[in-house]
Structure formats: structure tokens, C-alpha cells
């Protein structure tokens, strides 16, 4: 699975957006671009994935490159709840016998009142 | 609600003292997996099964042992544990369907200290 590159840590703004940006170069054809976080003394929860095409769910949305070498992904009013690291992570989608995620340091997000 | 739930939430287990961990679903997935997070660390994957078939990561140490009785249970078991196995055990489960989206759905953790 492809590499990724996350800053270490971003500050936010209650209430306004939070971009978390993620650089995946080396992300082949066939590789999804996950996003997760993990708030303290938490398991780690999904938020989107995506493919080609932008993104949007009930949590955040996901905006991917058109070269697809890099993504955002958009909390658009984030709270104090929001605060976590969150996790950027590409892989092929369920590949017969494969199905691991590696995670990456990924990107502690603190939301500040 | 459907949920991922782990069993104890902490535990407490001395140098070399067998201890065994669980995990129930009531999402009906197929895959379970365990991790293993170490503190300021990301998660580790250390094995899965795909309904009874074990997968174990490489550099898995062979202290680790798993067993998945039914499709809703799993169990971690670390036959002796070290200061090192401290930690936090995630266990995660997903449909694992072909071509399916894959995406995991975490339980809270067992924090395992070891004295």
C-alpha cells in the first residue's frame, strides 16, 4: 500500500473549518484513500473514503486531487469533539486475503474554544 | 445498537501470567482483527481472521495467540507476557466483502498493564 504524509499537528478554530491535508504520490490506480481518527483513550472510527471523485458524508467531506497524489479532508465546523489525530491511510479496497489498514502518525488535530 | 465490545476495559496481568483478552460483535462481519497500540504510537496490526481463517502478521511475536470460536468472539491471548506487551488492544472487525469498501469498525480497547 502507498505512503502517506501528514503534518504532525494543526490547530483549528471552534466553529470554523478544519483541511487536513494528506500527500499520497505514490497512490496506485487501484488504491483507495481512507480517513480515520482516534480521539484519546478512544478506538480509532472511520470517517470517509474515496476513490476519484469528491466526497461527502454526514461527518466530513473528502476532496482528492485530480492527479490524485494528494486529499483534504474538510470538517466544516468543527467542535471541541472533533479534537483527535486523525489517520490518513491509502490501500486496495478488500483485496482477497488482504485487509489490513498501516497506519501512519497521522495528524493530532486540536480544536481550540 | 450494533457495536464492536472488548472486554475488560483495563487489565491488569503480572510479568509471564497468561492473559487473555476478548472481543464481541454484533455486526456479523466477517473479518475480525487485532491491533496493538503502544503509547504516542499508531496502531499495529497483529493478526486477523477471515471467518476461520487465521492471518498472522510477520513480525507478530509468537507470544501472540488468537481463536475466533464463532463469528461473534475473538480472543487475544499473550501466553507471557513482558514490560513490553503493555499497551493498548484494539479489536476491529469489517464485512470483507470482494471489492467492498473495507472500512473497519473499532472496538474501545483493553489497556493492559503489566506489573
Known amino acids: 500500500d502507498a505512503k502517506t504524509t501528514q503534518p504532525t499537528s494543526m490547530d483549528c478554530a471552534e466553529g470554523r473549518a478544519a483541511n487536513l491535508p494528506c500527500n499520497h504520490s505514490?497512490?496506485?490506480?487501484?488504491?483507495?484513500v481512507y480517513w480515520y481518527r482516534q480521539i484519546h483513550s478512544q478506538g480509532p472510527q472511520y470517517i470517509i473514503h474515496?476513490?476519484?471523485n469528491n466526497e461527502t458524508n454526514e461527518m466530513a467531506s473528502l476532496i482528492i486531487t485530480e492527479d490524485r497524489k494528494s486529499s483534504t479532508l474538510i470538517l466544516p465546523h468543527a467542535t471541541l469533539r472533533d479534537t483527535a489525530v486523525y489517520y490518513c491511510?491509502?490501500?486496495?479496497?478488500?483485496?482477497?486475503?488482504?485487509?489490513?489498514?498501516?497506519f501512519g502518525k497521522g495528524t493530532k488535530l486540536s480544536v481550540i474554544p | 445498537d450494533a457495536m464492536v465490545i472488548q472486554n475488560p476495559r483495563y487489565q491488569v496481568t503480572q510479568f509471564g501470567k497468561p492473559v487473555t483478552l476478548s472481543c464481541s460483535q454484533t455486526?456479523?462481519?466477517?473479518?475480525m482483527y487485532w491491533y496493538q497500540q503502544k503509547s504516542s504510537q499508531a496502531p499495529k496490526l497483529l493478526f486477523h481472521?477471515?471467518?476461520?481463517?487465521?492471518?498472522n502478521e510477520a513480525d507478530t511475536p509468537d507470544n501472540f495467540q488468537s481463536r475466533r470460536p464463532n463469528t461473534s468472539f475473538c480472543f487475544l491471548d499473550i501466553r507471557s507476557p513482558g514490560l513490553g506487551d503493555a499497551a493498548m488492544y484494539l479489536c476491529?472487525?469489517?464485512?470483507?466483502?470482494?471489492?467492498?469498501?473495507?472500512?473497519?469498525?473499532f472496538g474501545p480497547g483493553t489497556r493492559l498493564t503489566v506489573t
Open positions: 505514490t497512490i496506485s490506480g487501484n488504491e483507495y
Open positions: 455486526l456479523n462481519h466477517n473479518v
Open positions: 481472521y477471515y471467518d476461520k481463517d487465521f492471518n
Open positions: 476491529a472487525t469489517s464485512r470483507g466483502l470482494a471489492g467492498g469498501p473495507g472500512e473497519q469498525y
Open positions: 474515496g476513490l476519484k
Open positions: 491511510i491509502v490501500r486496495v479496497a478488500d483485496r482477497a486475503g488482504s485487509y489490513q489498514l498501516t
